[in-house]
Nanobody
């Protein structure tokens, strides 16, 4: 069964940092362009960062210069390093393929809460 398992979220003060991880089960993440997405309450899910199979990265303007997406192919994992966090970064964070095409199913996500 294919699963994406996100972890690493938590409660942090504004200006703080968190490192999110996404582990692939039953799917080789190194063969896929991957993205980190987030969904805040009452808002649509949005893409915040993507990484190609050869390691090129693209970021949403709202996180550029603060977030870094990376891969660890040996561990079949994708990470999101988040620095200088702001209250508006509060959301549930998910990883998945990009562009998303209904496979694999979304994981449970990991909650990030930034207090002011």
């Amino acid at each position: 069964q294919v699963q994406l398992v996100e972890s690493g979220g938590g409660l942090v003060q504004a200006g703080g940092s968190l490192r999110l991880s996404c582990a692939g089960v039953g799917i080789d993440l190194s063969l896929n362009r991957m993205g980190w997405y987030r969904q805040a309450p009452g808002k649509q899910r949005e893409l915040v960062a993507q990484i190609t199979t050869d390691g090129a990265t693209i970021y949403a303007e709202s996180v550029k210069g603060r977030f870094t997406i990376s891969r660890d192919n040996a561990k079949n994992t994708v990470h999101l390093q988040m620095n200088s966090l702001k209250p508006e970064d509060t959301a549930v964070y998910y990883c998945n393929r990009f562009p998303y095409n209904r496979w694999p199913n979304w994981g449970q996500g990991t909650q990030v809460t930034v207090s002011s």
